[in-house]
């Protein structure tokens, strides 16, 4: 009795979604910005003697508000890479931005003995910050910002509490909303200062 060819797996997949998805996660990387920030050997202790493999921290980010972060671990430095790249994408957050270049105003993000402080710059300031730090501003598309690491200085603390940070971060809308209000009964009105500029020009 003769078998029917096994013609089912290729659609199986594509029901699995293995197919399309992969495809659709080139497509979303082709937009996003991947930076590494770090990547380590670590070593498995074994009966029969140590296996080493790769660690490795990925920041990921489309330059307009959204940044995720991602670890991944794997025998080749490509395919731990390609894990922490694909689990940054999966745990992307979107962060309020003032004039989309700088935070709204200053936070502080704590995680394990990690700690920084994010700060609000004027613009042409840039980015003042470390290198796990800089590269989540980057990837995140501010331009103007000042951080400072007052904890543990490994780069996965870093990176978590700097996120703990930007999760903490709202906009004056949102507050305004959050608590009934117009934006400019928080922020006060604007035009007081324009006299004051006035009547310094013409002393």
Sequence with gaps: MAREPRSGGG???????????RNA???QGDELKDKLVTINRVAKVVK????????ALVVVGDEKGRVGWGAGKA???PEAIRKATERAKRTMIRVPMREGRTLHHDVIGEFGAGRVLLRAAPAGTGIIAGGPMRAVFETLGIGDVVAKCTGTTNPHNMVKATFAALTRCTS???VASRRGKKVSDLL??????EPAQEAVASV
């Design 188 to 193: 006060g009105p604007r035009k007081d200062a």
């Design 172 to 174: 004056p809308r949102a």
């Design 75 to 77: 025998r080749e430095v």
């Design 25 to 27: 996660d080139r497509e």
């Design 11 to 21: 659609g199986d997949r594509e029901r699995r979604g293995r197919g399309p998805d």
């Design 48 to 55: 029969g003697g140590r296996r080493f493999s790769f660690a």
